[in-house]
């Protein structure tokens, strides 16, 4: 059984400033990259950059060169010893070019690995309350985007500050080209262009400030899609006639997904209208000017040329740097956010809590003093003014209803959660003061919900692919019951599970796969074993028969059980009753049985449906 959790649901909160600006998620991504022994992609970027600009130049002068040379009358032999050169310059450039893009590539995506790597740390590690945290799972999507893929800001923005660092040194030395000309140009070029990117700033960003209406729409396109193909929903379709309605929400929603793009398109073409105007405006002022000073005598040819590319290309730098410095905000937002999700705080402690060794030998003890607990947002407590003690090798049966608060407790006693009111007490140390991932050593647990990962049986049973013992393997599946379906397997232990990654992969049943759970749980060999309604997928025969091996096997362990079937309990030491939040009864199963509380009442429900069912009390597993 599982509680109903209330979710964190915040008060919609303003915007807020983030945590880092640009030029510090800049100098982060800098610093990662140096930390990760990547420094190269700094300085390939600043090499790349001084290309760029000196490949440009190149272009730039190459025609307006040759063209002097025609027009001062130079030796066919000085024409040709200046073309080779520009070719064999451009020729160079290329090839160093070629050659840096093909060295920054592996040292940008080995950066973003890091990042990913240290995202994926934080979330494995952080503390279970975080994993139900609205405020953090907000983060950490946002966080997954800026690490998706090598467009994502955390490789992208190597690529943003190459090209503003290019722009930046383009536009220095076009300024001194063009200042030799007349600064009147630089002026009209400059307005003419912070008045194209004013304009075009708000009309691009369209698609920027809909993201999320774009990403629902495809979001929900792509579901319909997957949907009407996929194979658990193929009985479904063909029984219940699904089809039409299927088409027909593909239908709405591709037509939801035209209309957006649409509306995106009626917004850009202004931006194109406006960029067209102040284009001709920009060229037919600076294509004046310069016809001018030619036809006054002033300019060569071969020099109108050149300023009248430079112009052209000037008013390129000048928007390349803001577009460049918007789109380094942008990343900077996303990457704000990245640094912040790996920093969020967190409410347990980790290394800098008291060390704490597991020892399978040692009598621990576990007490809830006046503990209670609420989920954030709830409007009372899921569990109110507990006070228990779990001796060492005792045997803890925990009952109740849907929403009682057993899994509630079940977390407080592995330290997933902390009390927001009482203290859980390790041998009389509050758990608060160690080191949370070290008391996660002292606990086996079966869930109900199953961890396995695409790997080998082995490996499920040991958790690590490196130094599993196989003899220690059989001999916990054999406790578990599971030697002889695992043996009949074509590969043994060594056959693979899961198959979203291995065709031929084995589909264990529910039963199975529980069994192999409880064999995991006996591999770690803990002071403490948790059993979360383990056999819930069972039918009664099978879960008495699987409660009697956890009695065998459990033995000399301290151990806590959930269970939804009163009887099957009823080896534990000690049971107890949760009803709202409280510890209703407590007892053992015949003594309960005995006072006629709530426990008696309730066992004679289940024992009366078994009844009914055909089903005696000793198949069961009841007394009745």
Same mark, same amino acid.
């Given at each position: 059984?599982?509680?109903?959790?209330?979710?964190?649901?915040?008060?919609?909160?303003?915007?807020?400033?983030?945590?880092?600006?640009?030029?510090?998620?800049?100098?982060?991504?800098?610093?990662?990259?140096?930390?990760?022994?990547?420094?190269?992609?700094?300085?390939?970027?600043?090499?790349?950059?001084?290309?760029?600009?000196?490949?440009?130049?190149?272009?730039?002068?190459? *025609?307006?060169?040759?063209?002097?040379?025609?027009?001062?009358?130079?030796?066919?032999?000085?024409?040709?010893?200046?073309?080779?050169?520009?070719?064999?310059?451009?020729?160079?450039?290329?090839?160093?070019?070629?050659?840096?893009?093909?060295?920054?590539?592996?040292?940008?995506?080995? !950066?973003?690995?890091?990042?990913? +790597?240290?995202?994926?740390?934080?979330?494995?590690?952080?503390?279970?309350?975080?994993? /139900?945290?609205?405020?953090?799972?907000?983060?950490?999507?946002?966080?997954?985007?800026?690490?998706?893929?090598?467009?994502?800001?955390?490789?992208?923005?190597?690529?943003?500050?190459? /090209?503003?660092?290019?722009?930046?040194?383009?536009?220095?030395?076009?300024?001194?080209?063009?200042?030799?000309?007349?600064?009147?140009?630089?002026?009209?070029?400059?307005?003419?262009?912070?008045?194209?990117?004013?304009?075009?700033?708000?009309?691009?960003?369209?698609?920027?400030?809909?993201?999320?209406?774009? $990403?629902?729409?495809?979001?929900?396109?792509?579901?319909?899609?997957?949907?009407?193909?996929?194979?658990?929903?193929?009985?479904?379709?063909?029984?219940?006639?699904?089809?039409?309605?299927?088409?027909?929400?593909?239908?709405?929603?591709?037509? +939801?997904?035209?209309?957006?793009?649409?509306?995106? @398109?009626? !917004? %850009?073409?202004?931006?194109?209208?406006?960029? &067209?105007?102040?284009?001709?405006?920009?060229?037919?002022?600076?294509?004046?000017?310069?016809?001018?000073?030619?036809?006054?005598?002033?300019?060569?040819?071969?020099?109108?040329?050149?300023?009248?590319?430079?112009?052209?290309?000037?008013?390129?730098?000048?928007?390349?740097?803001?577009?460049?410095?918007? =789109?380094? %905000?942008?990343?900077?937002?996303?990457?704000?956010?990245?640094?912040?999700?790996?920093?969020?705080?967190?409410?347990?402690?980790?290394?800098?809590?008291?060390?704490?060794?597991?020892?399978?030998?040692?009598?621990?003890?576990?007490?809830?003093?006046?503990?209670?607990?609420?989920?954030?947002?709830?409007?009372?407590?899921?569990? /109110?003014?507990?006070?228990?003690?779990?001796?060492?090798?005792?045997?803890?049966?925990?009952?109740?209803?849907?929403?009682?608060?057993? *899994?509630?407790?079940?977390?407080?006693?592995?330290?997933?959660?902390?009390?927001?009111?009482?203290?859980?007490?390790?041998?009389?140390?509050?758990?608060?003061?160690?080191?949370? @991932?070290?008391?996660?050593?002292?606990? #086996?647990? !079966?869930?109900?919900?199953? #961890?396995?990962?695409?790997?080998?049986?082995?490996?499920?049973?040991?958790?690590?692919?490196?130094? !599993?013992?196989?003899?220690?393997?059989?001999?916990?599946?054999?406790?578990?019951?599971?030697?002889?379906?695992?043996?009949?397997?074509?590969?043994?232990?060594?056959?693979?599970?899961?198959?979203?990654?291995?065709?031929?992969?084995?589909?264990?049943?529910?039963?199975?796969?529980?069994?192999?759970?409880?064999?995991?749980?006996?591999?770690?060999?803990?002071?403490?074993?948790? &059993?979360?309604?383990?056999?819930?997928?069972?039918?009664?025969?099978?879960?008495?028969?699987?409660?009697?091996?956890?009695?065998?096997?459990?033995?000399?362990?301290? #151990?806590?059980?959930?269970?939804?079937?009163?009887? /099957?309990?009823?080896?534990?030491?000690?049971?107890?009753?949760?009803?709202?939040?409280?510890?209703?009864?407590?007892? =053992?199963?015949? $003594?309960?049985?005995?006072?006629?509380?709530?426990?008696?009442?309730?066992?004679?429900? @289940?024992?009366?449906?078994?009844?009914?069912?055909?089903?005696?009390?000793? =198949?069961?597993?009841?007394?009745?």
């Amino acid at each position: 059984m599982s509680d109903k959790q209330p979710q964190n649901t915040s008060q919609k909160e303003k915007p807020k400033k983030p945590k880092y600006n640009m030029w510090q998620s800049s100098w982060y991504m800098i610093s990662l990259a140096i930390w990760e022994k990547e420094k190269k992609v700094p300085l390939l970027c600043i090499f790349t950059a001084l290309l760029a600009v000196a490949s440009n130049l190149t272009s730039l002068t190459i *025609t307006p060169v040759i063209l002097g040379a025609v027009e001062n009358h130079s030796p066919f032999r000085t024409l040709l010893l200046l073309i080779g050169g520009f070719i064999l310059l451009a020729m160079l450039l290329n090839v160093a070019a070629s050659y840096v893009n093909t060295n920054i590539k592996y040292g940008k995506i080995t !950066v973003r690995t890091a990042i990913i +790597a240290r995202l994926s740390d934080k979330l494995m590690k952080t503390s279970y309350p975080n994993i /139900s945290d609205e405020k953090f799972l907000k983060m950490r999507g946002k966080a997954q985007e800026a690490i998706n893929c090598n467009a994502a800001a955390s490789e992208a923005v190597w690529d943003t500050l190459t /090209s503003l660092l290019q722009n930046l040194l383009g536009f220095l030395v076009y300024l001194a080209l063009l200042t030799y000309v007349n600064p009147l140009l630089i002026l009209v070029i400059t307005v003419t262009s912070l008045l194209n990117y004013f304009i075009n700033k708000p009309l691009s960003e369209y698609g920027y400030r809909h993201k999320d209406e774009e $990403g629902q729409l495809d979001g929900t396109l792509w579901y319909w899609m997957t949907t009407a193909e996929s194979s658990h929903m193929a009985k479904d379709v063909r029984l219940f006639g699904m089809r039409p309605w299927l088409e027909e929400l593909y239908r709405k929603t591709w037509a +939801a997904y035209q209309a957006f793009h649409r509306r995106a @398109q009626n !917004v %850009y073409i202004w931006g194109s209208i406006a960029d &067209l105007i102040l284009a001709f405006v920009r060229n037919g002022f600076v294509y004046a000017y310069l016809i001018c000073m030619m036809l006054n005598g002033d300019m060569s040819i071969s020099l109108f040329l050149l300023y009248f590319t430079a112009a052209g290309n000037f008013s390129g730098w000048v928007s390349g740097i803001l577009n460049n410095l918007l =789109t380094l %905000y942008r990343q900077g937002l996303e990457l704000s956010n990245l640094r912040e999700c790996i920093e969020y705080p967190e409410p347990f402690l980790f290394e800098e809590g008291k060390p704490l060794k597991a020892d399978p030998d040692r009598p621990y003890e576990i007490r809830l003093e006046d503990v209670s607990f609420r989920y954030p947002a709830a409007e009372k407590d899921t569990l /109110s003014h507990i006070s228990l003690t779990l001796h060492p090798g005792e045997k803890l049966a925990v009952v109740g209803l849907n929403g009682a608060g057993k *899994t509630t407790l079940i977390k407080l006693l592995c330290g997933f959660l902390d009390p927001t009111g009482g203290r859980v007490l390790l041998d009389g140390t509050d758990i608060r003061e160690y080191n949370r @991932q070290d008391y996660y050593t002292l606990f #086996s647990a !079966v869930f109900q919900d199953f #961890s396995l990962l695409a790997t080998s049986i082995a490996s499920n049973v040991a958790q690590t692919e490196d130094a !599993v013992d196989m003899p220690r393997v059989m001999d916990c599946i054999a406790k578990a019951g599971l030697t002889e379906k695992v043996e009949a397997l074509p590969g043994q232990y060594e056959e693979k599970l899961c198959r979203d990654v291995y065709e031929n992969a084995v589909m264990l049943s529910g039963g199975e796969t529980q069994r192999l759970m409880l064999a995991r749980a006996l591999y770690k060999d803990a002071p403490f074993v948790i &059993l979360d309604e383990p056999t819930a997928a069972l039918d009664p025969i099978a879960e008495a028969d699987m409660y009697g091996k956890y009695h065998d096997m459990t033995r000399g362990r301290s #151990s806590v059980y959930i269970s939804h079937r009163l009887a /099957s309990t009823r080896f534990c030491d000690r049971i107890i009753l949760i009803e709202d939040g409280h510890i209703a009864e407590e007892g =053992t199963h015949e $003594g309960l049985l005995t006072a006629g509380g709530r426990y008696a009442k309730l066992f004679e429900v @289940q024992s009366k449906y078994y009844r009914e069912q055909g089903e005696s009390p000793a =198949t069961a597993g009841m007394e009745v």
